[in-house]
């Protein structure tokens, strides 16, 4: 039942996404990329990493967000031969509504979790995310077709 509950999250957060990139006219792999760097600056081999991306292809794909004005490029602080690609100030202002009610409210309903239930859900929401962290590493190094 737990596991039925997880899987229709999961869907009901893909339609979000898929809405989501389609409102701001950006493609999913752009929204995958700017939800990356949310959480900080990432060099572009690191979002190419994350993303399962060539060079060429994570190139391409900064290009076109700095050229939508979502992301900048600044140059690293301590290695001369990378830069940090990161939300631009812009990125934040347009953030929808229907978004930023959306997370208002999944902080409001983990606000009302009491206490004594906290670090087991923690628990299983990283358990889970390891486990599909697992799942798409050795999707990674399966040869295709296999």
């Known amino acids: 039942m ?3 509950h997880l899987q ?4 009901a957060r893909d339609q979000l996404r898929s809405a989501l990139a389609s409102g701001a006219g950006i493609s999913p792999a752009d ?3 700017l939800e990356h760097l949310e959480a900080g600056p990432l060099t572009q ?3 190419g990493d994350r993303l399962a991306l060539t060079s060429g292809a994570i190139t391409m794909l900064v ?3 700095e ?3 979502w992301v900048r490029r600044r140059p690293h602080p301590t ?5 940090l690609v990161e939300l631009s100030p812009q990125a934040a202002e347009r953030t929808p509504a229907a978004l930023a009610a959306f997370h208002a409210r999944i902080i409001q309903i983990a606000a009302g979790v009491p206490e004594r239930h906290r670090e087991a859900i923690a628990s299983f929401l990283g358990e889970a ?3 599909a962290a697992d799942a798409a590493a050795g999707l990674r190094r399966r040869p295709p077709g296999s």
């Open 79 to 83: 290695d001369r031969r990378s830069v």
């Open 63 to 65: 290009d076109r967000l």
């Open 2 to 4: 737990m596991t039925a």
């Open 45 to 47: 081999r690191q979002l």
């Open 129 to 131: 995310a390891a486990a």
């Open 31 to 33: 929204l995958d990329a």
């Open 67 to 69: 050229r939508g004005g």
């Open 8 to 11: 229709r999250f999961g869907l």
